[in-house]
C-alpha cells in the first residue's frame, strides 16, 4: 500500500507565496516521478508542474517563472513552491506519484487534494 499525504494548502493574498509539500509513504521501493496537479471549480484537472528521478522537471505555461518543484527522492517528499500568486491559481491541488513499489510494480497514486484559495 502506498499513501500520499499532503500538506501546505490555505488562503493566501494575490502577490503572496504559498509552499505545498507532499509526502509518499508504504511499500516504496522508488517513486519514479511525482508531481502537481490542480482541479478549479467547473474545469477539467490540468498538470502544474511535474519531476522525475533524475530531477528534470516541467511546469505549466502558466506558473512557468514563478514555481519551483524541488524534491528529496530519500524522503519520498515532493514540494511546490508558488510565488507571485494569482486568484487564477485557485483549486484543489492533487499530488500524484508514480511509484515502484517492493515488488518493483509501477503504479500512479493520488493524494486527497488540497484547497488553495488566493484573494484580489
Known amino acids: 500500500q502506498v499513501q500520499l499525504v499532503e500538506c501546505g494548502g490555505g488562503l493566501v493574498q494575490a502577490g503572496g507565496s504559498l509552499r505545498l509539500s507532499c509526502a509518499a509513504s508504504?511499500?516504496?521501493?522508488?517513486?519514479?516521478?511525482m508531481g502537481w496537479y490542480r482541479q478549479a471549480p467547473g474545469k477539467q484537472r490540468e498538470l502544474v508542474a511535474q519531476?522525475?528521478?533524475?530531477?528534470?522537471?516541467n511546469y505549466a505555461d502558466s506558473v512557468k517563472g514563478r514555481s519551483t518543484i524541488p524534491k528529496d527522492n530519500a524522503k519520498n517528499t515532493v514540494y511546490l513552491q508558488m510565488n507571485s500568486l494569482k486568484p487564477e491559481d485557485t483549486a484543489v491541488y492533487y499530488c500524484?506519484?508514480?511509484?515502484?513499489?517492493?515488488?518493483?510494480?509501477?503504479?500512479?497514486?493520488w493524494g486527497q487534494g488540497t484547497q488553495v484559495t488566493v484573494s484580489s
Open positions: 500524484n506519484a508514480r511509484v515502484v513499489d517492493i515488488g518493483l510494480r509501477t503504479d500512479d497514486h
Open positions: 519531476i522525475i528521478y533524475t530531477g528534470s522537471a
Open positions: 508504504g511499500t516504496i521501493f522508488r517513486t519514479n516521478g
